[in-house]
């Protein structure tokens, strides 16, 4: 049964193809209104949310689908101590796909090898949130074109932002990508993700705890929150939780067409006051995730012989 866990295990094709069948879902609407009728997507929730979520759910009822949620684990019998695999084979009973978020690392893909159905990570621990980098790509494909010659920040949380993680390896099967990497020295991105996604194809980077002086070289500014659920030390959090503050005196020297985006939710990162800035992206995102993920659950589904 084919699960989606990590953006690993969709080739560039599939990524393309997904992007495709968003735009036809956005330009006709009426033609996949229906296709998942009788079907029944499983929203399991054990860490809070409110874009995936929601957004999976409005996908499934735009396909003419239905929808049986988990919002809280503390109402489910994982309170009993019910494990992640035994959760899954029971859910398998009763819908045909499943979007599952959890905090801990590979619980996602505990529960595909547990499931019967195709199971979607709708984020697991500081792991992947490949719907959030579908998403994030449809964005870039509205705004840019394409992925190719694009200088791409990432600023804020490097380490325990997934969706950084995500994204990047995303966009390093594109060319001539180049990343500017800001963050905390505490906050870097993951030498294992360095390693796999950007050294491994040499892809030029640098690495910078300043914001400002690359500005003007940037086509993308990927903001982040900092992660507080993930520290273990909330003195730590309280220190490196307003590192990146953007403002719209710092946009002076920023190309005329940047694309400022931000997976959500923000909490200081990004000023109510560049909201109104053409140049935001962020809220695109918000729906561009709901066309992606009605995209992956009709590939999805399709594969799994339901529809
Ligand atoms: N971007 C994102 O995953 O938002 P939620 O946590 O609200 O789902």
Redesign the pocket.
């Known amino acids: 049964m084919r699960s989606v866990i990590d953006i690993v295990d969709l080739t560039t094709e599939e990524l393309d193809g997904l992007i495709e069948t968003a735009v036809d879902i956005i330009e006709n609407p009426q033609k996949y209104s229906e296709i998942c009728h009788g079907k029944k997507l499983a929203t399991l929730f054990f860490e809070?949310?409110?874009?995936?979520?929601m957004s999976f759910e409005a996908a499934m009822y735009e396909l003419g689908g239905n929808v049986i949620s988990m919002t809280d684990a503390g109402s489910s019998s994982a309170a009993k101590g019910e494990s992640v695999a035994d959760t899954a084979k029971t859910v398998s009973c009763y819908a045909d796909i499943i979007a599952m978020?959890h905090p801990k690392e590979g619980a996602a893909y505990v529960a595909a090898k547990a499931a019967s159905i195709p199971v979607i990570n709708?984020?697991d621990g500081g792991h992947c949130?490949p719907t959030?980098t579908l998403a994030d790509l449809l964005t870039i494909y509205r705004e840019k074109g394409g992925f190719n010659n694009l200088t791409v920040g990432l600023c804020g949380d490097l380490k325990f932002g997934r969706?950084v993680h995500s994204l990047i390896n995303a966009l390093s099967r594109y060319e001539k990508i180049k990343y500017v990497l800001i963050s905390p020295e505490e906050l870097k991105l993951p030498s294992y993700v360095k390693r796999d996604s950007i050294k491994s194809r040499n892809i030029p980077y640098i690495q910078t705890t300043e914001l400002e002086s690359v500005m003007p070289e940037l086509d993308i500014l990927y903001m982040t929150r900092v992660q507080r659920e993930r520290f273990f030390n909330e003195e730590d959090y309280l220190r490196l939780k307003d590192s990146y503050i953007l403002t719209p005196d710092k946009l002076q020297n920023a190309k005329k067409n940047l694309s400022i985006m931000h997976?959500?939710?923000r909490v200081n990162e990004i000023s109510v006051s560049i909201d109104d800035d053409e140049r935001a992206c962020y809220f695109k995102q918000v729906l561009n995730?709901k066309y992606m993920r009605m995209a992956l659950i009709l590939k999805l589904l399709k594969e799994a012989g339901t529809i």
């Open positions: 809070p949310s409110t874009r995936t979520r978020r709708a984020g949130h959030q969706t997976p959500l939710p995730g």
